[in-house]
């Protein structure tokens, strides 16, 4: 009896030891062998060709985004384990120059504290943390620790932050080993870390969202932390729990204005989840808004941008603001019909703030690194395209599409529309056009595939724009499946999604209840960037 106990005993200890170990190995190994890809494989059905996307499994937000010794870094909510959402860990990949990326081992494992949560990365130049020494500045990885097991049980403060340090250029992480560096308060959604150095205050600041509001902190070493102040509860919008906050200065002529950005989650204005800005003042403690609590600004009038966040450590001669989001959205980012992976980033693009009638907005234009992708140039001849008539080209994604349309005449019929399709043989199509009586771009995906896969992903979105000179500009990334719209030089922004069963092969422009004519055309068709 005995025996048989000790043996039942020893078996479970045998079990156990090879079970950790197994699940060693796959820690160990999970990276490389997702890394280590052939070709072909980046030539799966919707495998982004001009996008990040991971090698496999899953991903959402783009984290811990810092440029240092000529690399930018692009670290990413990741699970290596399945293609939905799980125990979160920090993918990572470099690039030298924002397009093409190279993958790297994963960054950050979740450990005794909890998933590893979406975060930010500074280089502290100074070694105010302690953790380096001047001359080899640690770069920092600062997190939200998330405690499954904590939240199963019902307690509402499982949300911590934590930070992790690396010495040798982003390759090798260690966790700091007093972890968390920012206990809970007793708030249920306390998350997603933006840090950022202050030289007014010589001080680090982070940006916080807890759960209606954006909460400051501030700390002299990246460890020891102070509340500072809290700003929106009741300003912009609020369908959703705010995430993935991001706070910035920029220049408006000579005037020096803050932006903040808030991801929202639902609440969207066209479903599910979408990132808010505001523009006004900081002061060390809080955000002012410029604007009145009710107004809502949105970064992108498409429905595929999410948790996007911008660079740090941007050399100062440089000085763009580079942004990237999850080209995704929460209402069906883990349903998409892709196979072996889910989910990709935006093209990097360069925020800037400018004057327009409304007032000051936010602008995104593609980085400029991309025009290094242009392989042949098609000039488009077309000038007028006929009312209710199409001139259909072929089309080779990816591809870069600049254009320039003027409409006749100063009334238009209320449903007036010009713009081009997307579409292949089976009659899927995918729309990008104008409506000048009601002055808004829109891009149409409710016929872009026949086989639906979420009801809610078959939407129209529109995007209001007042050409002043009657001018309406469109550059367009077209990517095997995504479209991203920059119009009125990046004041409108659209990024959508589409997954037809077959790929687009042809491009249609069209002209209908209107006659537009296509002033400029050209189509650059791109080089994949893996
Ligand atoms: C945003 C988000 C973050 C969180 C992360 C978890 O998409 O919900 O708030 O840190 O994803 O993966």
Request: with cysteine; aromatic share 14%.
């Given at each position: 009896?005995?025996r048989?106990?000790?043996?039942?005993?020893?078996?479970?200890?045998?079990l156990?030891v090879?079970?950790?170990?197994n699940y060693?190995?796959?820690?160990?190994?999970?990276?490389?062998?997702?890394?280590?890809?052939?070709e072909?494989?980046?030539?799966e059905?919707?495998?982004?060709?001009?996008?990040?996307?991971?090698?496999?499994?899953?991903?959402?937000?783009?984290?811990?985004?810092v440029?240092y010794?000529?690399?930018?870094?692009?670290?990413?909510?990741?699970?290596?384990?399945?293609?939905?959402?799980?125990?979160?860990?920090?993918?990572?990949?470099?690039s030298?120059?924002?397009?093409?990326?190279e993958?790297?081992?994963?960054?950050?494992?979740?450990?005794?504290?909890g998933?590893?949560?979406?975060?930010?990365?500074?280089?502290?130049?100074n070694?105010?943390?302690?953790?380096?020494?001047e001359?080899?500045?640690?770069?920092?990885?600062i997190?939200?620790?998330?405690?499954?097991?904590a939240?199963?049980?019902?307690?509402?403060?499982?949300?911590t932050?934590g930070?992790a340090?690396?010495?040798?250029r982003?390759?090798?992480?260690?966790?700091?080993?007093?972890?968390?560096?920012?206990?809970?308060?007793?708030?249920?959604?306390f998350?997603?870390?933006?840090?950022?150095?202050?030289?007014?205050?010589?001080?680090?600041?982070?940006?916080?969202?807890?759960g209606?509001?954006?909460?400051?902190?501030?700390?002299?070493?990246l460890?020891?932390?102070?509340?500072?102040?809290?700003?929106?509860?009741?300003?912009?919008?609020?369908?959703g729990?705010?995430?993935?906050?991001?706070?910035?200065?920029?220049?408006?002529?000579?005037?020096?204005?803050?932006?903040?950005?808030?991801?929202i989650n639902?609440?969207?204005?066209?479903g599910?989840?979408?990132?808010?800005?505001f523009?006004?003042?900081?002061?060390?403690?809080?955000?002012?808004?410029?604007?009145?609590?009710?107004?809502?600004?949105?970064?992108?009038?498409?429905?595929d941008?999410?948790?996007?966040?911008?660079?740090?450590?941007?050399?100062?001669?440089?000085?763009?603001?580079?942004?990237?989001?999850?080209?995704s959205?929460?209402?069906?980012?883990?349903?998409?019909?892709?196979?072996?992976?889910?989910?990709?980033m935006?093209?990097?693009?360069?925020?800037?703030?400018?004057?327009?009638?409304?007032?000051?907005?936010?602008?995104?234009?593609?980085?400029i690194?991309?025009?290094?992708?242009?392989?042949?140039?098609?000039?488009?001849?077309?000038?007028?395209?006929?009312?209710n008539?199409?001139?259909?080209i072929?089309?080779?994604?990816?591809?870069?599409?600049?254009?320039?349309?003027?409409?006749n005449?100063?009334?238009?019929?209320?449903d007036?529309?010009?713009?081009?399709?997307l579409?292949?043989?089976?009659?899927?199509?995918?729309?990008?056009?104008?409506?000048?009586?009601?002055?808004?771009?829109?891009?149409?995906?409710?016929?872009?595939?026949?086989r639906?896969?979420?009801?809610?992903?078959?939407?129209?979105?529109?995007?209001?724009?007042?050409?002043?000179?009657g001018?309406?500009?469109?550059?367009?990334?077209?990517?095997?499946?995504?479209?991203?719209?920059f119009?009125?030089?990046?004041?409108?922004?659209?990024?959508?999604?589409?997954?037809p069963?077959?790929?687009y092969?042809?491009l249609?422009?069209?002209s209908?209840?209107?006659e537009?004519?296509?002033?400029?055309?050209i189509l650059?068709?791109l080089?994949?960037i893996?």
């Open positions: 009896m005995i048989n106990k000790l043996l039942l005993f020893s078996s479970l200890l045998a156990l090879v079970f950790s170990c060693q190995e796959q820690e160990k190994n999970s990276s490389p062998v997702t890394r280590q890809l052939s072909s494989q980046y030539n059905k919707y495998r982004p060709q001009i996008h990040f996307s991971p090698d496999s499994m899953w991903m959402n937000d783009p984290n811990g985004m440029y010794d000529g690399e930018y870094h692009l670290f990413y909510q990741y699970y290596p384990e399945d293609i939905v959402w799980g125990p979160m860990h920090w993918g990572h990949a470099i030298t120059d924002l397009v093409r990326w993958h790297l081992p994963i960054a950050l494992y979740p450990d005794e504290h998933y590893i949560f979406s975060g930010s990365a500074v280089v502290d130049h070694n105010t943390s302690g953790l380096g020494t001359e080899q500045p640690p770069m920092v990885a997190f939200t620790y998330h405690d499954a097991e939240a199963d049980k019902g307690s509402i403060d499982y949300q932050q930070i340090y690396s010495l040798d982003g390759r090798n992480w260690t966790k700091y080993d007093q972890n968390p560096v920012l206990p809970n308060p007793g708030l249920r959604d998350r997603d870390p933006k840090v950022m150095w202050y030289p007014r205050e010589e001080m680090w600041i982070m940006s916080l969202a807890a209606d509001h954006i909460r400051f902190y501030s700390s002299p070493d460890i020891h932390w102070d509340f500072e102040g809290e700003f929106g509860s009741n300003a912009g919008a609020h369908g729990v705010w995430e993935c906050p991001d706070l910035f200065p920029l220049m408006v002529g000579s005037v020096k204005k803050w932006v903040l950005l808030v991801s639902p609440g969207g204005p066209f599910g989840s979408a990132t808010q800005y523009i006004g003042q900081f002061n060390g403690k809080t955000f002012v808004n410029d604007n009145s609590d009710s107004a809502i600004l949105w970064l992108d009038h498409g429905r941008n999410y948790a996007g966040v911008t660079y740090s450590n941007i050399p100062e001669k440089d000085g763009r603001r580079i942004f990237i989001g999850w080209m959205n929460w209402d069906y980012g883990q349903e998409v019909p892709t196979k072996r992976w889910r989910s990709a935006t093209i990097p693009r360069t925020l800037e703030l400018k004057n327009t009638e409304e007032g000051i907005r936010l602008f995104s234009r593609p980085v690194e991309l025009e290094t992708l242009r392989k042949d140039t098609t000039r488009l001849n077309i000038g007028l395209i006929p009312e008539q199409n001139i259909t072929p089309l080779e994604i990816p591809c870069e599409i600049d254009l320039q349309f003027t409409t005449g100063n009334h238009p019929e209320a007036s529309r010009f713009g081009l399709s579409f292949n043989a089976m009659g899927e199509q995918m729309t990008i056009g104008f409506r000048p009586a009601e002055q808004e771009f829109y891009t149409d995906r409710r016929s872009s595939s026949k639906v896969f979420n009801e809610g992903f078959e939407s129209v979105q529109y995007a209001r724009f007042n050409p002043e000179d001018q309406i500009e469109m550059r367009l990334y077209i990517d095997v499946s995504s479209v991203e719209l119009a009125g030089d990046g004041e409108v922004v659209m990024t959508d999604l589409f997954f069963v077959e790929e092969d042809s249609t422009f069209f209908q209840d209107t537009a004519i296509l002033q400029k055309g650059y068709s080089q994949p893996w």
